[in-house]
């Protein structure tokens, strides 16, 4: 018997079995190439995504942390008056026992809580002595030096952006001369301050800034 191989076997030496299965390959092969357009637009629009998602959790964890450092930006201690120098006269017109009150003010950023209470503080050292209507200053003997602390309380809210500024002024009328008095003809009158351990405190956070110490001398 003569068997005619060309009816088995295709032009390039493969049976049309092999040649079937060969080109259900490629036909797949053909479909899948049509389709990694899409998914790898797939993959880049997730990727994206992803990278979004994550800067949008780093913004927000450094906010959250911002939100909750509480810290003083600037503080400052001054004369009320408004005398900005750390030493200052009073004319001899104007001596008197009374001393001047302290201005606090400061800036506090990154407050999580709405309502924060502060503390301001200050350790007063003043001089007082007589003075006959002339204004001529009287011997040692005639003067007084006393010390004491000054404080007072503020609450203050903070605005949508965790700060507060706020200007408070620290009343000094506590300091008085104790039993000290002058003799008939004579005035009593402050002639010297000091300002020290000028200090303000963020009760509610437990945050505390201080300033420069601040001396006054008066007349005459």
Not at 70 to 95: E, L, R
């Amino acid at each position: 018997m003569r068997w005619d191989l060309g009816s088995f076997l295709t032009s390039d030496g493969r049976d049309d079995d092999d040649a079937v299965a060969c080109g259900g390959v490629a036909e797949r092969a053909g479909t899948m190439d049509k389709h990694a357009p899409y998914r790898i637009a797939r993959i880049v629009r997730w990727g994206a995504a992803l990278a979004t998602a994550f800067l949008i959790g780093i913004v927000g964890t450094t906010e959250a942390v911002s939100a909750n450092f509480p810290h003083f930006k600037s503080f400052s201690v001054t004369i009320s008056s408004g005398t900005a120098t750390t030493t200052a006269k009073a004319a001899a017109a104007a001596a008197s026992a009374d001393l001047p009150d302290l201005l606090f003010t400061w800036t506090e950023v990154g407050i999580g809580a709405p309502d924060v209470t502060y503390r301001l503080q200050s350790v007063v050292t003043a001089t007082f002595g007589c003075v006959n209507t002339a204004s001529n200053q009287p011997r040692a003997g005639n003067k007084v030096t006393v010390t004491a602390p000054v404080s007072t309380v503020s609450t203050l809210t903070s605005d949508q952006n965790g700060r507060i500024s706020g200007s408070v002024v620290l009343d000094t009328a506590a300091v008085g001369t104790g039993d000290f008095a002058c003799p008939p003809g004579q005035s009593l009158v402050a002639l010297s301050a000091t300002f020290a351990q000028n200090t303000i405190t963020d009760t509610t956070n437990g945050v505390t800034a201080t300033d420069d110490d601040i001396v006054v001398t008066f007349g005459p």
